[in-house]
């Protein structure tokens, strides 16, 4: 089993919007994990403007689709990018209330509720938009 960080943007967004409802950015970067030759994980960032950006993460269903080393490898590099190389004071994500899983994998990477947008989910459910701050985040 082989595990490498992918900076395909192209094939990473792919993958993102498979699942996430996503427009387009006009340059998008994405971030992505792939298992042997396949994305398991992705993330696209988009709407930087200074000091956020915003951050649009999908993986493979399930808890078991990387390793602990995969793991870190691929947070390091998702999190560098933004705080580091953008030098941003935050990341911004959006959940729709209803995907639990998302919302937990989201929260175990210590990401922080901020705002319920009520009646904005596809189904017409809410919306909660977490946030990261740098000076929180532990993969930095």
């Known amino acids: 089993m082989s595990y490498e960080v992918s900076y395909d943007c ?13 427009q387009r950015p006009e340059t998008p970067i994405g971030i992505g994990l792939e298992k042997d030759g396949e994305m398991v994980a992705g993330v696209v960032y988009s709407d ?14 399930g808890r078991r689709w990387m390793t602990p080393s995969a793991y870190k490898k691929f947070t390091q590099a998702c999190f560098h990018y933004p705080f580091i190389y953008l030098g941003v004071n935050r990341m911004t994500g959006w959940v729709e209330a209803n995907n639990l899983e998302a919302r937990r994998f989201d929260e175990h ?16 459910g809410d ?10 985040c532990r993969y930095v």
Request: hydrophobic fraction near 55%; charge should be neutral; aromatic fraction near 14%.
């Open 10 to 22: 192209q094939k990473v967004f792919d993958f993102v919007t498979n699942m996430v409802p996503l």
């Open 48 to 61: 930087w403007c200074g000091t956020n950006i915003w951050a649009h993460v999908a993986a493979v269903p």
């Open 109 to 124: 990477l210590g990401f922080k509720p901020e705002a319920v947008l009520r009646g904005a989910a596809r189904d017409g």
């Open 127 to 136: 919306v909660i938009v977490y946030v990261m701050f740098r000076e929180d």
